[in-house]
Each structure stands twice: as C-alpha cells, then as structure tokens.
C-alpha cells in the first residue's frame, strides 16, 4: 500500500541551526501539507502546497519557515534558525483531491520527524 | 472558518463497553469531516471519513461516527471497547474545496482491563 515517508524520523539540533525535514508523498498525491504537534499539544497546521506553491498557510508559518518541492517527489520543509520552541513532531500529509470532492479528500500522514532543538 | 471542538479531554471506559467521542464543529460550508487515530509514538491513521453522502459513517475497527447538521455534531461510537483501541483521537474537519484541515485538541482514550 502507498504510504507517506519522512525523514529523518529523529533530529536534534542546536538551536539558531538550519534544520530540513524531508518528505516523500504518495506518488499521485497533488496536494501536500506539513502539521506539527507540541508535545501533549494539538496537531496544529503549518501550510499547504499546491501546483509548486503555497496554497494556504497559518500565522506560525513565519518568514523562519519556507517549503520546496525541489524535484517530482520530495517536499521539504525547512526552518531557517531554530528556536526551542520549534521542538515538536513534524508531520506531512498528501492528499489526491481537496475535501468534498470526488476522490475523498482525506489526508495520509507519514509516521513524523521528531525535532528537538536544544 | 473552520473550527472543531472536542469536548472530552480523556475518557476512560472498561473493556467490553461502549465508546463515544464527541466533536463538535463549525464550518462556513459543506464541510468533508474525518477521525484520526494516533496510538503512541506512532503517525495518524485515518478511521472513518464523511463527505456528504450517508451520514452514518462506518470506519474500521468498529468504529462509526454520524454526522447531525442539527447538532453540529460529528460523535465517534463503537459498541465494544478493546484494549488496542487505547490511543488519542482526533476529529478533523475541512470545508469543501477548502486546502486548510483543521485538528481538534484531541481525545485520549483509556481502556481498562
């Protein structure tokens, strides 16, 4: 069964560092989205990427945060200087077609990067 | 806008007997409303999802959930509680066309022997 993968599933890092999460889709998947979740928090959008851009994003997806599709499977997320506050688990998603739709809707998530700034 | 309300922190049920989530919701437009699990350490699965066709919707594991527009509700039931089934919830909604998928706080969901 197609399935979402992330790397890495774990990275510590210093903070102020660059950090890059990395995300393989699922192949004929069109929309695609990062989510994080603080620790013993909610899972809270961070954005969504559409035809090489960004669809919609929320206000903690600040100017520290960009995504890339840099080729035709990887989507990336990138934080530019980490802050402690930025240790979370890092989920993407994709989705075939939009909510309401004829193909579903629903979102398939990888397993998570775990990010620890310290 | 969106937004999702579940209304139980925790529930704690013994197993063999019924479980029932609650998530209420809000929505500008038709909205495609879903249940995720997460079980520890682990991503998020999807249950069951409702996209405007019946609104009683079966997921797996014996999971189903009805969507009450009157309400504005959108409950996770199962019949028989099992000790897997200990995990967090989450109801999640997404307005029709809409890119942005909003998550609820999330249910955690104790199962005792």
């Known amino acids: 069964e197609p399935e979402v993968t992330q790397t890495p599933s774990h990275q510590v890092t210093q903070m102020g560092q660059e950090v890059i999460l990395r995300c393989v889709p699922i192949?004929?998947?069109?929309?695609f989205y990062w989510y994080r979740q603080i620790l013993g928090q909610k899972v809270e959008f961070l954005v969504s990427?559409?035809?090489?851009?960004?669809?919609?994003k929320s206000e903690i997806f600040d100017d520290q945060f960009s995504v890339e599709r840099p080729d035709g499977s990887n989507f990336t997320l990138k934080i530019r200087s980490t802050k402690l506050e930025d240790s979370a688990m890092y989920f993407c998603?994709?989705?075939?077609?939009?909510?309401?739709?004829?193909?579903?809707?629903?979102?398939?998530f990888g397993e998570g990067s775990r990010l620890t700034v310290l | 806008a969106q937004s999702v309300t579940q209304l139980d922190s925790h529930v704690s049920v013994s197993e063999g007997t019924p479980v029932l989530l609650r998530c209420n919701y809000s929505?500008?437009?038709?909205?495609?409303l879903f249940w995720y699990v997460q079980h520890p350490n682990k991503g998020l699965q999807l249950l069951l999802k409702?996209?405007?066709?019946?609104?009683l919707v079966k997921g797996i594991n014996g999971f189903e959930a009805e969507f009450k527009k009157s309400e504005t509700s959108f409950h996770l039931t199962k019949p028989s509680a099992h000790m897997s089934d200990a995990a967090e919830y989450f109801c999640?909604?997404?307005?029709?066309?809409?890119?942005?998928?909003?998550f609820g706080a999330g249910t955690r969901l104790f199962v005792k022997a």
């Open positions: 998603a994709s989705r075939v077609g939009l909510a309401g739709g004829p193909l579903g809707g629903e979102l398939f």
């Open positions: 192949s004929n998947h069109l929309y």
């Open positions: 990427f559409y035809n090489n851009e960004i669809s919609e």
């Open positions: 929505s500008s437009y038709s909205p495609s």
């Open positions: 409702y996209t405007s066709a019946a609104t």
């Open positions: 999640v909604v997404s307005d029709a066309g809409g890119f942005k998928t909003i």
